[in-house]
């Protein structure tokens, strides 16, 4: 059974800090990672995407990954109160050749971004 | 506009009604998913469909049905025989040689 770990949170930032959500998985075949927000009640949106160890920046979200640790997180920098929503991790695993590619989801991380 | 419809929005289901979700896309894409969210859970996988006239079971197919007749349509029924049926459904879709999913607005299922 391949999973997918987060706190459930609330992770509660003040407004303009660096919020960081972190997450594992237990599929050393893992090869891709992505980052979802959801907003209460609404679809999941991906946010980053990442598939090599070390960071990857785009705006203010950086995503980290280390393999070696199955390790992903997500850094979000001057944190704003629209910031305010659920963080979904999810990883792929293709499985090779002929294999449908599946993404596996955390639980998500509440993030709260106060005035 | 290219994209995913899913309807109903809001569904309300008798016990012992089999009621059926509809999800549509003319984005052309061949891999087509449902997902099922539970309050304050993640997203857990139903059935997949790689390709027109075929689809495997996910994690938690026990008490759903699907048909995949035409690239653009992969409805999901949800039978009498899934004896948990409210949650947030979700229907997505991944674009030839992306991983990402693209996911529709969500159908929300009650039992009554």
């Known amino acids: 059974q391949k999973e997918v770990e987060q706190n459930s949170g609330p992770l509660s930032v003040p407004e303009g800090a660096i919020a960081s959500l972190n997450c594992t998985y237990s599929d050393r075949g893992s090869q891709s990672f992505f980052w979802y927000r959801q907003y209460s009640g609404k679809s999941p949106e991906l946010i980053m995407s990442?598939?090599?160890?070390g960071d990857k920046e785009d705006g203010r979200f950086t995503a980290q990954l280390n393999k070696a640790s199955q390790y992903v997180s997500l850094l979000i920098r001057d944190s704003q109160p629209s910031d305010s929503a659920t963080y979904l991790c999810?990883?792929?695993?293709?499985?090779?050749?002929?294999?449908?590619?599946?993404?596996?989801f955390g639980t998500g991380t509440r993030l709260q971004v106060t005035l | 506009d290219g994209g995913i419809t899913q309807s109903p929005k809001y569904l309300f289901r008798k016990e012992g009604q089999n009621v059926t979700l509809s999800c549509e896309q003319n984005l052309n894409h061949d891999a087509m998913y449902w997902y099922r969210q539970d309050p304050g859970q993640g997203l857990r996988l139903i059935y997949y469909s790689q390709i027109v006239n075929d689809f495997q079971k996910g994690d938690i197919a026990e008490g759903y049905s699907v048909s995949r007749e035409k690239k653009e349509s992969f409805p999901l029924t949800v039978t009498s025989a899934q004896k948990n049926p409210t949650a947030f459904y979700l229907c997505?879709?991944?674009?030839?040689?992306?991983?990402?999913?693209?996911f529709g607005s969500g159908t929300r299922l009650t039992v009554v």
């Open positions: 997505a879709t991944r674009e030839p040689g992306e991983e990402s999913y693209t």
């Open positions: 999810a990883v792929d695993w293709a499985g090779g050749t002929g294999t449908a590619s599946k993404l596996t």
């Open positions: 990442i598939y090599s160890n």
